[in-house]
């Protein structure tokens, strides 16, 4: 059985394939973001099973569906908590829940023989992202200011921004606050119906979009209502899940 694994943390990406080695199943590749996953999976032969971090540093693992036909079973891997994970059982969804452990990781390699074997692969990824993605997100951030800290809720946020390794939050009013948190971090924690991130630079607010257009190499640009930022990007592998996520 040929295998890819997909996971950022690559000590917990070297101790799964460690563990598969040990089932006898042969590691194509370790991938270490969604976009490695997706130059990847275009470029080589489909494995015969992946395994799928949810969350990754530059996304969810689910982009990865919306850029390619994936003909191939998942087992995705979550660090959340057991009560999420049953939402995956009640599904027929294989899971690992972090840390890996053996004796789980075998239980899933056993689906996918059944699944082989029942000639059925199919997984609604759609429910899967429903189910892992929580609803509970951030309402306001505090900044600093001198010696006063303010509070900024997320409806006054136009975008948040990193630049020279700070992350900055831009509000409608056009004033930049620093903030503590990096976008890798943010990304999790915002509303996904209401943010998106567009490139590794920024996350932006929907209605906040002023104007969209075309930019070099299919990529797009954006123009945010009230704020003087140029160059706001969405980078090439992003633009398909934005036009998606603008069709909502």
């Not at 494995?47 to 969350?55: A, K, N, Q």
């Not at 990754?56 to 003909?71: M, R, Y």
């Not at 972090?98 to 789980?104: A, G, Q, W």
């Amino acid at each position: 059985m040929r295998a890819i694994i997909i996971e950022d943390e690559k000590p917990a990406a070297r101790s799964l394939a460690r563990i598969l080695d040990n089932q006898g199943v042969k590691i194509e590749a370790m991938l270490h973001s969604v976009e490695d996953a997706i130059n990847w999976i275009a470029a080589n032969e489909q494995p015969d099973l992946g395994f799928f971090d949810i969350r990754l540093g530059d996304g969810l693992s689910f982009e990865i569906f919306d850029a390619l036909n994936i003909n191939f079973p998942v087992v995705f891997t979550t660090a959340y908590d057991e009560y999420a994970i049953k939402a995956f059982k009640v599904n027929s969804i294989d899971y690992l829940l972090k840390p890996i452990d053996e004796d789980e990781l075998a239980g899933a390699l056993g689906k996918y023989h059944k699944l082989k074997k029942d000639n059925n692969q199919t997984q609604n990824f759609d429910k899967i992202a429903k189910l892992l993605i929580p609803t509970d997100y951030k309402k306001r951030f505090t900044v600093k200011i001198g010696r006063k800290i303010k509070l900024i809720n997320s409806g006054d946020i136009v975008c948040f921004y990193s630049k020279d390794k700070a992350t900055y939050i831009k509000t409608k009013d056009n004033k930049t606050h620093m903030i503590d948190y990096p976008l890798d971090k943010l990304e999790k924690m915002l509303d996904p119906e209401l943010f998106f991130r567009i490139s590794r630079q920024f996350i932006i607010e929907a209605d906040s979009i002023e104007e969209i257009y075309t930019y070099s190499n299919s990529r797009l640009g954006i123009k945010l209502s009230g704020i003087n930022i140029d160059d706001i990007i969405v980078s090439r592998e992003k633009v398909k899940s934005f036009k998606e996520w603008l069709d909502k």
